[in-house]
C-alpha cells in the first residue's frame, strides 16, 4: 500500500512539476511567433470603387480600435474595451509610415495579416482575423491603406508594446491561434441572396459573431456557427469606464433575444445606435456608414439562427451591449 501511495505522490509531483514548467514558458515566451504567411497575391490595383469600399470597411471594423484622437490618424491607442483580465493590449500604427507603420509592406503581407494575425516579421497580433472576408473585400481595406485619405498617411507614432496578461499569453498559445490562409477564392454571396449575404457580412466582413457570441475564449473562427454561444451574447466587454458589460442576445428567442423586434427597429439599431427600447451601450458601435440593404440582409440571417434563451442582465455594470 505505501509503495501506491508513493508512486501516486511522485505522479503528482510529475504533474505539478510539468504544469509549472509549462506556466513558466508561456510566462516567459509571451504571445507566440510563427513563420509569417505568404499568401500568393498579385499586385492589387487600387481603384477609386475599391479605395470607396475599403473606406468604409476600415471605418466601420478597424477605427474602433486604431483611430487615435489625438493624432487623428490610425496611430494605434490603448484597447480599453477588452477583457480587464486580458491584461493590457493596445493597437497598432496601421497608417503609411515606413517605420512605425505598414508603408513598408507589400501587400502580399498586408493580405497575410487580415487573413491570420500573423505580421511580416512573424509576431501574432492580438487581433481579430479576417479570415472569412472575401477576396474583393481584403482588397479593397489595402486600396484604401494606401489611399491619399488623412486619417492613413504615413504617422511616426511608435506602436506601443503589449502588456499582456498570463491568461491572454495561454490563450494565445492554446485557443486564440492564428487562423490559416484560404485555400481557394473567398467570393462574397450576391447581395440578392438576403440570407446567405447576411450571413457573410456577420462571419467575414463585420465579425458579428466575435462579440455577441458567448465569450472571445470559446469562439470558433474557422466555423463560427460551431461557437459557444452563437450570437447568443454574454460576452464580458469593457465600458469606456472602465465597468464589465456583456453583448447582447441577438438571436431570434422573442424573450431574451430579438425575435420580437421588426426588420426597421433592427436596422435602426445597427445603424444609429436606438434599439426599441433605448439607446444601445458602447462599446457597441453605430455602423452608420452599413448600408441599409446590408442591415436587412444581417436581420434575414438572424432569423434563421437558431434561438437561445439568455437573458443578459439589462441594467447595472453588466447592462447589455444592446439593451432590450
Known amino acids: 500500500m505505501k509503495k501506491i501511495f508513493r508512486i501516486l505522490g511522485f505522479t503528482v ?40 469600399q475599403g473606406q468604409k470597411i476600415v471605418n466601420s471594423m478597424c477605427a474602433d480600435c486604431h483611430l487615435n484622437r489625438t ?12 477583457p480587464v483580465a486580458f491584461g493590457k493590449v493596445y493597437s ?22 487580415l487573413r491570420t494575425g500573423i505580421g511580416r516579421d512573424g509576431r501574432q497580433r492580438v487581433m481579430p482575423n479576417f479570415v472569412h472576408m472575401s477576396d474583393e473585400d481584403v482588397y479593397s ?17 511608435p506602436s506601443h508594446a503589449q502588456e499582456p496578461s498570463f491568461l491572454l499569453k495561454a490563450l494565445t498559445h492554446t485557443v486564440m491561434k492564428p487562423t ?17 449575404y447576411g450571413r457573410y457580412l456577420v462571419m467575414g466582413r463585420y465579425k458579428c459573431y466575435d462579440c ?72 457597441m458601435p453605430k455602423f452608420s456608414l452599413m448600408e441599409e440593404n446590408e442591415a436587412k440582409a444581417i436581420y434575414a440571417y438572424l432569423q434563421t439562427v437558431p434561438a437561445l434563451k439568455n437573458n443578459v442582465p439589462a441594467l447595472g455594470t453588466t447592462a447589455a451591449v444592446a439593451t432590450r
Open 71 to 82: 493624432t487623428g490618424a490610425l496611430t494605434g491607442k490603448p484597447l480599453d474595451d477588452m
Open 212 to 283: 455577441h457570441s458567448k465569450d472571445f475564449k470559446t469562439n470558433n473562427d474557422l466555423e463560427p456557427e460551431k461557437s459557444d454561444g452563437y450570437m447568443g451574447g454574454g460576452n464580458e466587454l469593457t465600458t469606456p469606464k472602465g465597468q464589465p458589460i456583456l453583448s447582447r442576445n441577438i438571436t431570434p428567442d422573442p424573450e431574451t433575444g430579438i425575435g420580437d423586434w421588426t426588420e426597421a427597429q433592427f436596422v435602426r439599431a445597427v445603424r444609429f445606435g436606438l434599439s426599441p427600447h433605448g439607446p444601445l451601450n458602447a462599446p
Open 141 to 157: 481595406v489595402i486600396a484604401y491603406l494606401h489611399s491619399p485619405d488623412a486619417q492613413v498617411q504615413a504617422n511616426p507614432t
Open 13 to 52: 509531483a510529475g504533474v505539478f512539476f510539468l504544469v509549472a514548467c509549462a506556466a513558466a514558458f508561456v510566462s516567459v515566451s509571451g504571445i507566440p511567433s510563427y513563420d509569417a504567411p505568404k499568401p500568393l497575391v498579385a499586385k492589387i490595383d487600387y481603384t477609386p470603387v475599391r479605395v470607396a
Open 92 to 113: 497598432a500604427n496601421i497608417t503609411q509610415d515606413k517605420q512605425h507603420g505598414i508603408g513598408a509592406w507589400t501587400d502580399a503581407e498586408l493580405v497575410g495579416m
Open 180 to 196: 490559416p490562409l484560404p485555400t481557394m477564392p473567398v467570393v462574397a454571396p450576391p447581395t440578392t441572396d438576403a440570407v446567405a
